[in-house]
């Protein structure tokens, strides 16, 4: 039988439970962030441990406390005079229901939505009850004395499902720090929504993000649009260790899926990547909203700003090739022909002529890049595009704005024409577009006048989503973070990036605590669209059994009405 770990004796919906251990059980096992069971009267309630403390039945213990070598009055004295107090969070409701359908909680305010996958693993509960079972949000809280007991492998695989399910794209992002049992995203709902990896330096981002990718590839729910900034994503990178050592990039996990487009070819053949296609920007391609995003690294003025609008409205789209090619007389002319203002256009076009010093920049282009790399990913090919030795904010920001905007309009068009046809085939497959350093782009400050900011905020309706990487989330605009459904996140110590963490999340004060003790390496808080409820996870290791594992899943298409249903679900969403 399972043993007992201790008894409710007091707490509340809004603060949670507070649960007094049973004498035979040390405190020194209870670690923030366990995943526990309270066995109520009419249901089970899944809760998080938030915080341990220590209890005394009499001050006098305080002021005259016993010989630490005195082991027989330490032992008389446990248990009943001292004793430990752990603090619970209910997260879920498990209850015993007649011909009920099972529903699961979204804690990120998505509700209770249906599962229908069987929990006839929870064979205890059941023989109890004779009833179905159902998941339900947490609305009230466990009797008294009710008992609370170590989570089991059923319970996560009732709440987190299982890897192989031939129904659900579920992949397993790690373990709980106390149990060898995989926690499962459910990546359909993942990839619905915009999604998050926070944490800061070295706390483990790139790994995350990598295990994240691999498993969207592998079970094919969107395919990728990756900004790989500092070339970690598509090709071999370095552990973090302190042995030099190398992983795998994508390419090399899924040499058939991936294409590599690189914007510094030299630096790509350096770093021996195979096959790498050449991408180039010209001029006409740069819109005056991608300068705008990239004004503080240009130190351009507000005036500058609105005489390049001017500018553009005057001379289209090629303005900036016009602009570089003006001489003083020129500017003046213009000036008093359109009412510019002269310093302020000089400025510009000297603070342009940096853009020259990119190498990816050219005046005119023989053909449209940004329309091979939409090609590819309308064949289902995830594509990576590296900087190379362009790391630097300005070419990193100027670069990732004018594709996605271009990318972005091409799948506005295809959501159109699937609104108008209602065509199951002429549903875009998701797409999900990975950025770092995201503060830079969702700042509060130019949030609305970027083209991320727009698909942030749009959540699906157009099958765009973003995955943003960010060690600072508090520099995220506030709207923004409340629609990030998935928030996977590493260690963070700033007060300010803990509560933007938070932002939109009930609950998220016992939370804090959970967050704020987490390893520096290898463990993450997972809560959100894509799980049932907030868990700590002892993240996957990224290594060669990792490899082994993701090549050995072998994912069979979904049943055809599963395929139907969710053409219908599309629909729903786009309004018709």
Partial sequence: MDRPLGSVIQGSLSKGLEVRLHADVSVEDMRVGKFLVVRGVRSHFFCMLTDVSLGTSSARILSNPP???????????AGSSTYGTIELSPMLMLTAER?????????????????????????????????????LPVKTIPSHFSQVFDAKETDF??????????????????????????????????????????????????????LLLSGIIRKQAAVNLIFDMHSEYGWEAVSEGKQFSTVKGLRQLFPDKIQIYTLDPESTKRRGVRDAQELFLSFDQIEVEDIALVQRELNLSEASIENAIILRNELGSGWINKLLEMTNEDIQMFCEEK?????????LQRKLERLNDLKYIRKRCPKNYVTEVLQCL????????????????LS??????????RIHQAYVRKAEKFLQSKNPCDRPQPLVITIEEAHRFLDPAIVRSTIF????????KYFVTLLIVDQRPSGIDAEVMSQVGTRITAL???????????????????????????????????LGHAVPMPVVVQTRPYDEQFYREIGDIDWQEMPDEQVFAEAEAAKMDLGF
């Fill in 67 to 77: 010989n630490p070598n005195d082991d027989f009055l330490l032992a008389v004295l």
């Fill in 99 to 135: 011909e009920k359908q099972q529903a699961i909680f979204d804690p990120l305010g998505g509700g209770v939505r249906e599962n229908k996958v069987a929990l006839g693993n929870l064979a205890s509960f059941e023989s109890q009850t004779g009833a179905d079972i159902e998941l």
């Fill in 396 to 405: 990193y920001m100027l670069a990732a704005n004018v594709i996605t905007r």
């Fill in 492 to 526: 963070l110590n700033d007060d300010k990036d803990i509560d933007a963490i938070f932002t939109g999340v009930s609950g998220g004060q016992s939370l804090r605590s959970v967050l704020a003790k987490l390893d520096s390496k290898q463990q993450a808080l997972v």
């Fill in 157 to 210: 695989r009732a709440v987190f499902g299982w890897e192989d399910d031939p129904y659900r794209r579920n992949f397993a992002i790690g373990k709980p720090i106390d149990m060898d049992v995989a926690v499962c995203l459910d990546l359909d709902r993942f990839v619905e929504r915009s999604n998050g990896v926070f944490g800061k330096s070295g706390t483990g981002k790139s790994f995350l993000t990598r």
């Fill in 339 to 347: 009412r510019g203002n002269k310093s302020s256009i000089m400025a």
């Fill in 378 to 393: 309308d064949g289902g090919k995830n594509v990576v595009i590296e900087f190379g030795s362009h790391s630097d904010l």
């Fill in 453 to 460: 900011g727009t698909i942030a905020r749009e959540m699906r």
